[in-house]
Nanobody, 114 residues
Framework: QVQLVESGGGLVQPGGFLRLSCAAS????????MGWFRQAPGNERELVAS???????NYTDSVKGRFTISKDSTKNTVYLQMNSLKPEDTAVYYC????????WGQGTQVTVSS
C-alpha cells in the first residue's frame, strides 16, 4: 500500500521560510508527477507546484519566485522550499504523486503569522 508521509510544516513569521518534505513508501514505482497542493479554510484545494519526470516545473502565480519544488526520484521524495512566506500562504499543504492513480499525503499545517 502506497503511503505518502509529509514533514516540515509549522508556524513561521511573515518573511520566514519553511521546507516541506514528502516521502512515498510501499512502492518502487517511479512517479510521473510529484507536487504540492494547499487548502485554506473556506477555499478549494489548489495546486501550488508540481514537477514531472523530465524535470519540468509548474507553479501557481502567487508563489513564483518564492517557492521552489525539487525531487529525488530515486527515493520517491519531493520537497517544497518556501521562502518569503506571507500570511496568505497559511493553509494545509498536501503532498501529491501520480502514476496511474493519484496519491495524497495526510496534510501538514503551515501557519504564517506574527
Amino acid at each position: 500500500q502506497v503511503q505518502l508521509v509529509e514533514s516540515g510544516g509549522g508556524l513561521v513569521q511573515p518573511g520566514g521560510f519553511l521546507r516541506l518534505s514528502c516521502a512515498a513508501s510501499g512502492t518502487r514505482t517511479l512517479f510521473e508527477r510529484m507536487g504540492w497542493f494547499r487548502q485554506a479554510p473556506g477555499n478549494e484545494r489548489e495546486l501550488v507546484a508540481s514537477e514531472d519526470s523530465a524535470g519540468n516545473t509548474n507553479y501557481t502565480d502567487s508563489v513564483k519566485g518564492r517557492f521552489t519544488i525539487s525531487k529525488d526520484s530515486t527515493k520517491n521524495t519531493v520537497y517544497l522550499q518556501m521562502n518569503s512566506l506571507k500570511p496568505e500562504d497559511t493553509a494545509v499543504y498536501y503532498c501529491w504523486m501520480y502514476r496511474w492513480s493519484n496519491y495524497w499525503g495526510q496534510g501538514t499545517q503551515v501557519t504564517v503569522s506574527s
